[in-house]
C-alpha cells in the first residue's frame, strides 16, 4: 500500500484542531485505538512468548544499570517468619486467650502456634540485620555495587529488604505472579520491584549478578532455589560461589546430606558446597572469608 504523503490539515482555532484530533483518536465505534505496546490482549498472545521473555530479561537489567547495581546477595526463605515484637504480641495474646477458656482445644493449639513463630522469629531479626549489613557495605548506602536481592515477599524476604531500607540503601525485589497473588512487600525500592510471570527469567536474575546466597528456613520455594544454586555449582554450570544455610539445627533436619553422601548420591566434595551460620556477623564473615581464601573481594 502507498504511503500518504499528503500534508496533515492545519487549523487555526484550537478548539477545531482539538475536535480534529479526538476524531483521529477514537476508531468507527466510538472507542480509542491501542498500540501495540499496551494492548495486553495482544501480548498475551502464544506468538509472543519470546517477546515477552525478552522483556523480562532487559527490563531489570536496564534498571541494574541505571542504578549501578553489579553484584547481589540472594536471601530466600519462608513467608511465614515474622517480626520478633509481632511475635511477642501474638504470644501474648494467644495466652490470654487459653486463660479464658481452659481445655479449649482450638485456644491451645493456637498458644502452640504462637510459640512456635516466637521461637522462629529471631531468623526474621537475623535477616534484616543481614540487610542492614549488605545495605551498608562497600562506601556506605549509596554505594550499589552490592544489593540485597529477594523474592520480594513477605517473611525473611521482607526481612532482609526492611534491613537495607532501614540503612537507606535500595535493594532488590524479584516477584513472581501467582494464582494467590503475592504483594511486595512494602521495603523494596520501588524502581528494583519486579513482578515475573516466568519463573526461569526469574531464576536466571538471582544467579546473574549473585555473590552469595543466604538461605533460612523455608519451605518448597526455598529448598527449590538453594538445590538449584547447588546443582549450578555442583555441574559447573556457573562459577562457585558461597551458600550459607541459616540455622544449622534446622537444616540438619530437614535434609539428611550425610545421609545421600553414605548413599552414594553426592560426592564428599559436594558437602563443601554449603556452609551453616547462625548469625548475620557470621554470614557475612563467611561469606568474606570465602572470597579472602580465593584472592578475592565480595565487590570484585
Known sequence: MARDLRPRQSFSDPEDASRASDARENTADGTAPVGSDPDFEFMDQHELRPIRLQLEYLKPELAFEKLGVRSTIVVFGSTTLIDPDDAQRQLEEAEQASRLAPGDERRDQR????????????????ARELGQRIGRYGDGPLDNRLVVVTGGGPGAMEAANRGAHDVGAVSVGLNIALPAEQEPNPYVTPELSFEFRYFAL????????????????????????????????????????????????????TVDF???????MIQKAHLDLFQYAESADEIMSRIET??????????E
Open 202 to 253: 526469574r531464576k536466571l536474575h538471582f544467579m546473574l549478578r549473585a555473590r552469595a546466597l543466604v538461605a533460612f528456613p523455608g519451605g518448597y520455594g526455598t529448598l527449590d532455589e538453594l538445590f538449584e544454586t547447588l546443582c549450578l555449582i555442583q555441574t559447573g554450570k556457573r562459577e562457585p560461589l558461597p551458600v550459607i544455610l541459616v540455622g544449622a539445627v534446622h537444616w540438619k533436619s
Open 258 to 264: 550425610d545421609f545421600l553422601y553414605r548413599e552414594n
Open 111 to 126: 498458644l502452640q502456634r504462637a510459640r512456635g513463630e516466637l521461637a522462629k522469629s529471631r531468623y526474621y531479626a537475623i
Open 290 to 299: 570465602w572470597y579472602a581464601d580465593r584472592g578475592r573481594s565480595v565487590l
